[in-house]
Structure formats: C-alpha cells, structure tokens
C-alpha cells in the first residue's frame, strides 16, 4: 500500500466521509489540517500538477472571501491564484488526498477515495 495523506478540513462534511473511509482502507494514512497547516505556494503547485488542475479548478468560489476578492472576474495567472489560495487556504477545495507515489485526487465522492487507494 501507497503512503497517504489527506488535506482535511473536520468541519467538512465531505472531508470527514473522506477520512473515514481511509480510516478504514488507509489506517497508516496522514492526516493534515490544512486550515491549521496550509501549504506553501510550492506545494500547491506541486499537488495541482499531480491532480492535473488549475488553481482556480480548485477554488472554492462560493466562499464570502472568494467574493470578496473578486475571484471569479480575477485574470487566470496561474502563480497570483496560488499566491491567493497559499493566503486564504479556505479557499481550496476539500479533500485533497494525495499518495507518496505522485498521484492527488479531489476526493469529494467515495469513489474519487477508492480510485486514491487503487
């Protein structure tokens, strides 16, 4: 089994259903409190190469911040947007389920967690 570490947000209710399934399939898996320990610029730019996104695809848009920050008409500059979410980690999406064998996954669903620990 494939190291694993899942960017968790208790509060979530996805989040949690996230966590509780590696819980049950991953029992060694780490868990990090994103909001507590957000990731760097650079980890960010790593973990959107391993998902095969933008960070705006990982923007939670919805939130009053992103609102307030006029994310949504904001230009699509890869490196500013990065910037923005390594700022305001409340703003990216959750979970992040990320193995130590180059894979990530938005792991919103019970399948995008069973396809993580394929």
Known sequence: MVGVEIWHNPRCSKSRAAKSALAENAPEHTERRY???PP???ELAEVL???GKEPWEITR???PLAKELGLADRPR???DWIAVLAANPVLIERPIVITDDG???LARTPEAVQEALG
């Open 77 to 79: 500059d890869r490196d």
């Open 103 to 105: 894979r990530a996954y």
């Open 35 to 37: 909001l507590d320990n």
């Open 61 to 63: 848009l919805k939130e």
């Open 40 to 42: 760097t610029e650079a």
């Open 49 to 51: 190469v391993k998902l």
